[in-house]
């Protein structure tokens, strides 16, 4: 297909089988929680998933090159629901990604109840303080609780799950308890937990944590710390065969 972009945006590879993304520079891009979150999210085969606050889609992009038959994917920003749209016609993934603009806070009039194998997200990750918001950009609101919290993000991730289905999600680190919490007061049980380390020595910079819906209390499976980047500066080998191994 022809491509045409729009004032402020660019063409980026991302690396794995040949996939493409449309970035807007004015509006929130990508970086790698997002690829780190698609690997770290276990896909059954013929998988149905559910990216809550797609962005410019690119999970749903990097999912689309797993098990998955299905992945229906919800941005609230108008501007980046069209965006992540053209993402998926770009990459000609129409048969398998379906773009809705709609609020997960409004979940329940959006999807059905329980029709999801696997529910992703990479939600924003500080809270608001008070007098914050006329201060944001529309990048740092995208970082922010502006329009949903942690709980409405949880929330809206156990209503679309089947019963034994899992939810994963990025986050930060010193937010573990929070997350904790809202999950398990959801009916969602971590059952996996992994914290990311920018390098050896470095305090963890995000977490990635996994839970499993109607489980029972317990049995949550701390994996061995992911360093990102190695003592010269460049990508871990961890890293590297995340985009060579599909």
Known sequence: MKLDLKDNERLDDLVIQG???IQN???FCFSLDAVLLAHFAKVK????????GTGTGVIALLLSTRQTEKIDALELNPVMADLAAR???INALQE???VHEGDLCNIRNIFPAGFVDLVVSNPPYRPLEQGDLNLLSDVAKARHEVTATLQDVVKAARYCLKFRGRFAMVHLPERIGEIIIAMHEAGIEPKRLRFVHPRLGKA?????IEGIAGAKPGGMLVEPPL???GSDGSYAREIVEYYQER
Request: avoid cysteine; charged fraction near 30%; hydrophobic fraction near 50%.
């Open 96 to 98: 398998k990604i379906i």
């Open 19 to 21: 996939l493409k993304i």
């Open 204 to 208: 963890p910079n995000m977490v990635l």
């Open 227 to 229: 360093i990102v980047y």
């Open 45 to 52: 085969k013929r998988a149905h998933v559910l990216d809550l």
């Open 25 to 27: 520079e004015r509006q």
């Open 87 to 89: 993402n998926v016609e």
